[in-house]
């Protein structure tokens, strides 16, 4: 997956790109979205559809949107590595592989055991052996390259073979000995395990099991190696990668398209209601910052039903996106319950030590698993409100302190119970307040010295969502970074309905 040649510098983006990245509303003035970036090669081109998309078009869109997402996956995420699988034995694929492996197997131990030996299979097992070991050499290793080939010569052992000459168990030691000289450290253990078996077709087996393993190890070394160069080439290599995209399918941003309108949607919305106050200028034509319609649009994505197929443009994040969504989720339902169980219970929860941490250890341990679809949410908020009355009235008990009477009891459980309720105040309370805060955050300069003050009502909350807070804004700021000049594009037909830049140069050198 090697990155473009013709790579792209950040000073060569269009001016939205490094306006989306900043915070003020200011830089998203009208001019920064007529200049002139049309001529630079990071700026999304903006050619004539072909009337129709052969099937290589597809799929030749399909392998870069593929190594598009593994470049990004790579470099973004540092526990990203290749692991073994084995498939599941009950299924048809590992029943077949069972059947398969088992007749070759067997094959090679009748031919062994016959009088004389058979060594085809044999014969053929060294030469793929030879083959993984040499693909583990690097191109200076000259001298152990020319002792395998020499070592594992085909037509050595055949001459051998023709004259029962063979010595497996020989070859089978010198590969070994050699695959612990290549191995890492974490196989050292398999390479012993190894030098342990005795029977020569299990010894071969378990060879080609270490050997597959080897190849991983490989795999996950050169990805470590390659996510340097990634992480300094990312931008450039996404934003082109995504352009042979869209040339290859016109009807790639279709989605991120509808996003934005979306976004547009909410803010003429939200404009409306403002100027329908009094004292509001009614006469005026709505105007809509850039920065506003972005932002909220990733702010959605927060509350997004992934169901759905995200946007074009943020793919590569989903399952980020997704999981930030429902840590954010659960974190809401913790703050709600603390909120109300402070304003229930109020001056009897001040005294007691590390309150707000065992809530939270309470709360977090009943909302596992809240995402999935058989999940019971009030039967859980129902358990997390006898819980907390169960802790609060132990720690009473110990200070001689009087217990929780039946109906603060019940009251406290009907309330955290009634989260669940559309409209609820104490929910709506606390979801406007998560919004306040990651819109404050979105409108950061970057890079920020710190985090922006907690709202009321979330510092039981706060180490968390400061986390997931700055997981999403590395997300955002990244994507504006990369697909600035695509959402450059949407904006300038949407909001000032003015064509693409690269679409009124083609259409002004054709004049």
């Known amino acids: 997956m090697p990155l473009s040649d013709d790579q792209i510098s950040d000073s060569d983006s269009s001016r939205l790109s490094e306006s989306t990245a900043s915070s003020s509303d200011s830089e998203f003035s009208r001019q920064s979205f007529t200049s002139d970036s049309s001529s630079k090669p990071s700026s999304p081109a903006s050619t004539s559809p072909p009337?129709?998309?052969?099937?290589?078009?597809?799929?030749?869109?399909?392998?870069?949107?593929?190594?598009?997402?593994?470049?990004?996956?790579?470099?973004?995420?540092?526990?990203?590595?290749?692991?073994?699988?084995?498939?599941?034995?009950?299924?048809?694929?590992?029943?077949?592989?069972?059947?398969?492996?088992?007749?070759?197997?067997?094959?090679?131990?009748?031919?062994?055991?016959?009088?004389?030996?058979e060594y085809e299979h044999a014969i053929k097992l060294f030469e793929e052996i030879k083959e993984i070991l040499l693909s583990f050499l690097t191109p200076g290793a000259n001298r152990i390259r020319n002792q395998i080939c020499e070592v594992l010569d085909t037509d050595l052992i055949r001459q051998q073979a023709e004259h029962n000459a063979v010595d497996v168990h020989g070859l089978a030691s010198y590969v070994i000995n050699t695959m612990g000289k290549l191995c890492a450290p974490i196989r050292d253990d398999d390479i012993k395990q190894l030098k342990a078996t005795d029977d020569i077709v299990e010894l071969l087996r378990q060879i080609l099991h270490v050997l597959d393993l080897m190849k991983m190890d490989m795999v996950n070394y050169t990805i470590q190696n390659?996510?340097?160069?990634?992480?300094?080439?990312l931008?450039?290599?996404?934003?082109t990668k995504f352009q042979e995209i869209l040339e290859e399918?016109?009807?790639?941003?279709?989605?991120?398209?509808e996003w934005i309108k979306e976004s547009i949607k909410d803010e003429l919305s939200s404009v409306s209601c403002e100027s329908s106050s009094p004292g509001a200028d009614s006469g005026s034509k709505p105007k809509l910052s850039p920065t506003l319609v972005l932002n909220n649009g990733y702010l959605k994505l927060l509350q997004w039903d992934y169901q759905k197929t995200?946007?074009?443009?943020?793919?590569?994040?989903?399952?980020?996106?997704?999981?930030?969504?429902?840590?954010?989720?659960?974190?809401?339902?913790?703050?709600?319950?603390?909120?109300?169980?402070?304003?229930?219970?109020?001056?009897?929860?001040?005294?007691?030590?590390?309150?707000?941490?065992?809530?939270?250890?309470?709360?977090?341990?009943?909302?596992?698993?809240?995402?999935?679809?058989?999940?019971?949410?009030?039967?859980?908020?129902?358990?997390?409100?006898?819980?907390?009355?169960?802790?609060?009235?132990?720690?009473?008990?110990?200070?001689?302190?009087?217990?929780?009477?039946?109906?603060?009891?019940?009251?406290?459980?009907?309330?955290?119970?009634?989260?669940?309720?559309e409209e609820n105040p104490i929910s709506s309370l606390i979801?406007?307040?998560?919004?306040?805060?990651?819109?404050?955050?979105?409108?950061?300069?970057?890079?920020?010295?710190?985090?922006?003050?907690?709202?009321?009502?979330?510092?039981?909350?706060?180490?968390?969502?400061?986390?997931?807070?700055?997981?999403?804004?590395?997300?955002?700021?990244?994507?504006?970074?990369?697909?600035?000049?695509?959402?450059?594009?949407?904006?300038?037909?949407?909001?000032?309905?003015?064509?693409?830049?690269?679409?009124?140069?083609?259409?002004?050198?054709?004049?």
């Open 310 to 421: 995200v946007p074009e443009t943020l793919v590569t994040d989903e399952a980020r996106l997704q999981e930030l969504k429902e840590k954010l989720n659960q974190l809401k339902i913790i703050a709600c319950v603390y909120l109300i169980t402070n304003n229930i219970l109020g001056a009897t929860i001040v005294g007691l030590p590390d309150f707000p941490d065992k809530l939270k250890r309470i709360s977090a341990a009943l909302l596992e698993g809240m995402n999935t679809k058989t999940f019971n949410l009030k039967e859980s908020l129902n358990g997390i409100g006898m819980q907390i009355c169960i802790e609060v009235n132990r720690s009473l008990t110990e200070r001689d302190f009087p217990t929780l009477n039946t109906e603060m009891q019940n009251n406290l459980v009907g309330q955290i119970c009634s989260i669940t309720q």
């Open 249 to 257: 399918t016109p009807n790639a941003l279709d989605l991120t398209t």
């Open 431 to 511: 979801d406007k307040r998560i919004q306040l805060y990651l819109k404050s955050l979105l409108t950061l300069p970057v890079p920020h010295k710190c985090m922006p003050s907690i709202p009321g009502g979330l510092s039981v909350i706060q180490t968390e969502i400061e986390s997931i807070g700055s997981q999403y804004t590395n997300i955002v700021n990244f994507n504006k970074q990369v697909y600035g000049p695509f959402y450059a594009n949407i904006l300038r037909k949407l909001l000032f309905c003015e064509a693409p830049m690269g679409k009124v140069e083609t259409e002004a050198s054709t004049n």
């Open 235 to 239: 931008v450039d290599y996404e934003r």
């Open 51 to 117: 009337t129709v998309v052969t099937f290589d078009e597809l799929m030749a869109a399909a392998r870069n949107l593929s190594n598009l997402t593994l470049a990004h996956e790579i470099a973004v995420n540092e526990n990203f590595c290749m692991k073994h699988v084995d498939l599941p034995q009950n299924s048809l694929e590992g029943r077949v592989k069972k059947i398969v492996h088992k007749a070759f197997w067997d094959l090679l131990e009748s031919e062994l055991n016959e009088d004389p030996p």
């Open 226 to 233: 390659l996510r340097p160069h990634l992480q300094r080439n």
